[in-house]
């Protein structure tokens, strides 16, 4: 059943009145794509619908049409952990595989959480996760996805985790070259938060099937206690912050893919966090031609910490930031 903009808002709670984004800056909202063709193409992660999926408003077999019919967005991004126990699903991919194809929509990668440390320093812990991402190496390719995005953790210091990650990445990125399946790591908590660190592994692994997902919002290192909460979260120790730009500079010969994260937007319609213009001339310049994704954590952050902050809902947050990028990537010469 196709999704729409006014079913899409019956699902989040907001009428027309309350869209804020469209009192505010309905050009940027409501702005036809650029005319230009942009130097990459745009696609929505899940994670952007979080609120939703675990509210239970929405399924993850319902993702794809909503990115197509409420967004105009044909790539799309999924989260392992949205259909957590489906990955060996026969029945199920192939609907999902039947749907996507039916509405034009390409799965371009799935975002897998919760499947053990692939950088434990303890061997047998780190086997154990590689295995585990095989069933997700397996599915994406029966999707038609070009890679997994994945985490590398561990307990221990860096150097141990780095020396582990090595082992325990490299096995699983062999895995993914049987399987012409790009392995892609994204700087997602721990050590992986430095730029220099993963360059540094990406340097030992030394394979084509190897890459990294740099997300604009993850440079930030902090303390790991068991965080409930956003606030509780938020709340951590900043351990280390590293510069975005530069960040993300360094991580682009070896990048297959870029997460756009925004969470907050000016009444320009500017990332308060991210300067977009800054940001993608260093993608440009790199010569990258693949997926930026958006993700979008504004709702989600609103919703779980009660209600707090001035965060736009899930589709006044999406929207705004297909509009930045089309706005900026039009830009660029």
Not at 83 to 98: H, P
């Amino acid at each position: 059943m196709q999704s729409s903009r006014r079913e899409f808002l019956q699902k989040v709670g907001v009428g027309a009145a309350g869209l804020g984004l469209t009192a505010l800056w309905p050009e940027l909202l409501n702005a036809q794509p650029a005319d230009k063709k942009l130097f990459f193409d745009i696609s929505l992660a899940e994670f952007s619908l979080a609120g939703l999926l675990m509210g239970g408003k929405m399924t993850n077999m319902e993702f794809p049409a909503m990115a197509k019919n409420d967004f105009e967005i044909s790539n799309v991004e999924y989260v392992s952990m949205f259909f957590q126990d489906k990955a060996k699903d026969q029945a199920y991919l192939k609907e999902l595989k039947q749907r996507t194809d039916d509405l034009g929509v390409k799965n371009v990668l799935i975002m897998v959480d919760s499947e053990g440390d692939l950088g434990s320093p303890d061997a047998a812990e780190r086997n154990k996760a590689v295995e585990n991402h095989y069933k997700w190496v397996d599915a994406a390719k029966f999707l038609g996805c070009y890679a997994i995005r994945v985490n590398l953790n561990g307990k221990g210091t860096d150097e141990e985790v780095a020396k582990a990650a090595i082992e325990g990445y490299g096995k699983l990125v062999d895995y993914g070259k049987k399987n012409k399946m790009a392995i892609i790591v994204e700087n997602h908590f721990g050590p992986s938060t430095n730029p220099d660190w993963l360059v540094g592994v990406m340097k030992k692994v030394k394979n084509p099937y190897a890459g990294v997902l740099p997300d604009f919002g993850n440079f930030i290192r902090r303390t790991e206690p068991e965080a409930q909460t956003i606030e509780a979260f938020m709340k951590t120790k900043v351990i280390a912050e590293y510069d975005k730009y530069e960040g993300v500079k360094k991580l682009m010969p070896y990048t297959k893919g870029v997460s756009a994260k925004t969470h907050v937007f000016d009444d320009k319609g500017n990332d308060t966090e991210t300067d977009f213009t800054r940001m993608l001339k260093i993608i440009k310049e790199s010569g990258f031609k693949g997926y930026i994704g958006i993700e979008y954590e504004g709702a989600f952050i609103k919703q779980m910490s009660g209600g707090k902050g001035n965060y736009l809902s899930e589709y006044e947050g999406i929207m705004a930031t297909k509009r930045l990028l089309e706005k900026v990537g039009a830009s660029l010469d």
